[in-house]
């Protein structure tokens, strides 16, 4: 395998316009639990290994149980997620997916009911920033450090 860019290195202005986004996402009053399941759900729709491993060990470090992110591929069979986090990740399912059919009138009504419009506004935009991570580190082959 031949080494892929690095952003940092090829274009630091696109990481830094990348991170400013993230320091918005960072001070946003979205609970943090539901950020990480929105990171780890869309990584593992797009299959990013590397960004599923920094979100898992993210999601135990803020005491996500374990149970609950075994079960997050199966987000819908499980009784483990409240109404909120299944709205949640149903959102991210639909915004990750956008080709397939777009985010449905029926998810951004339960959305916008549960979440209100600041807190809809914010998770929209978490879906689309992790996506945009999938995308970079899928493309480039990123790697996460391998276990012991």
């Known amino acids: 395998m031949t080494n892929r ?4 290195q090829t274009q630091p202005a696109a990481l830094a316009a990348m991170m400013s986004v993230e320091h918005y996402l960072a001070e946003t009053t979205l609970p943090t639990e539901l950020k990480e399941l929105i990171k780890i759900r869309a990584s593992m ?6 960004c599923i491993q920094i979100h898992t060990e993210m999601a ?18 499980s009784p483990l997620f409240n109404c909120i986090e299944r709205t949640v990740l149903a959102l991210t399912d639909e915004i990750t997916h956008v080709s397939h ?3 449905s009138d029926s998810t951004y009504q ?11 506004t914010q998770a929209m935009m978490q879906v689309i920033m992790i996506n945009a991570w999938n995308r970079f ?3 480039t082959k990123m790697k996460h450090q391998e276990a012991d």
Request: net charge neutral; glycine share 6%; aromatic share 6%.
């Open 5 to 8: 860019i690095d952003i940092s």
């Open 45 to 50: 729709i797009n299959q990013c290994a590397y």
């Open 60 to 77: 135990l470090k803020i005491g996500i149980p374990q149970q609950k992110l075994f079960a997050v591929s199966a987000w819908k069979e």
């Open 101 to 103: 059919a777009g985010l």
């Open 110 to 120: 339960k959305s916008l009911e549960l979440l209100g419009e600041e807190k809809l």
């Open 137 to 139: 580190a899928v493309a």
